[in-house]
């Protein structure tokens, strides 16, 4: 069973109110139960509403729920906007309620996704960030359609401003981080780009076609 599947037996299994021992819910699910005491440290610090202790068994207390929803990517994408506008508020109460809800989210992606989110959420305002890849989207979604070769203003590490031409392939989300993977004709190699880090980007008059070697099935983000 995969780990966010787990998570999702464990909350179904707390909604009645009782109070559940973990040694009880690690034979429902087959695992250890100190696999089942980290989905718990996971839980709560996501902000699931649970209380308990080792030993002493788990419950969940009353809370507003929502039945199982299915997102898109695109539906994610408004949700995490609408997460950093409201961060990036005065007001303190609203900053963490939208803080509690990110991590209630990121407890719901998949493990992988969690794992590789940890490379990226380095930044110190990662709402902040958030707001500034989303005023590139439009851009690099179209060109992507489109095969539209880009003019990218891009900072990069070392506190440098470099300026290179690219294909961009594909774009994927990385817990409120997204990243951009594109052939860089300066480079002469596939390389993935942070969202939030491009300053700019401008859609040039050129196209571009599959060629061996450039395409998007041709990238091996681990060479």
């Given at each position: ?11 179904q ?7 559940h021992?973990?040694?009880d819910?690690?034979d ?7 696999t ?8 709560v ?5 649970v209380?308990?202790?080792?030993g002493?068994g788990?419950?969940?207390t ?6 199982p929803?299915?997102?898109?990517d ?7 906007l ?8 005065a ?23 969690i794992v ?12 902040a ?10 851009t ?8 539209q ?5 891009y900072?990069?590490k070392?506190?440098r401003?470099?300026?290179?031409k690219?294909?961009?392939?594909h774009?994927?989300?990385?817990g409120r ?26 859609a ?7 060629e061996?070697g ?10």
């Amino acid at each position: 069973m995969r780990r966010t599947d787990r998570l999702f037996e464990i909350i179904q299994t707390l909604r009645d109110g009782r109070l559940h021992r973990a040694q009880d819910m690690a034979d429902a699910l087959k695992v250890s139960v100190r696999t089942i005491y980290r989905d718990m440290d996971t839980l709560v610090a996501s902000g699931i509403p649970v209380q308990g202790a080792r030993g002493v068994g788990y419950i969940m207390t009353q809370q507003i729920s929502l039945p199982p929803l299915t997102l898109s990517d695109t539906e994610l994408e408004a949700l995490n906007l609408g997460i950093a506008i409201v961060a990036e508020a005065a007001d303190e109460t609203l900053k963490f309620a939208a803080q509690s809800l990110a991590n209630k989210i990121d407890a719901v992606l998949s493990e992988r996704t969690i794992v590789d989110a940890d490379t990226w959420k380095f930044a110190t305002y990662p709402f902040a960030d958030t707001v500034r890849g989303f005023a590139q989207m439009p851009t690099l979604r179209a060109a992507i359609k489109a095969r539209q070769k880009l003019r990218l203003t891009y900072h990069s590490k070392g506190d440098r401003i470099t300026t290179r031409k690219i294909r961009p392939l594909h774009m994927e989300y990385w817990g409120r981080i997204w990243t951009l993977t594109a052939w860089c004709e300066l480079r002469g190699a596939f390389r993935c780009f942070r969202m939030d880090l491009i300053q700019s980007a401008e859609a040039l008059p050129e196209m571009f076609v599959d060629e061996p070697g450039k395409q998007l099935s041709d990238y091996d983000p681990n060479l």
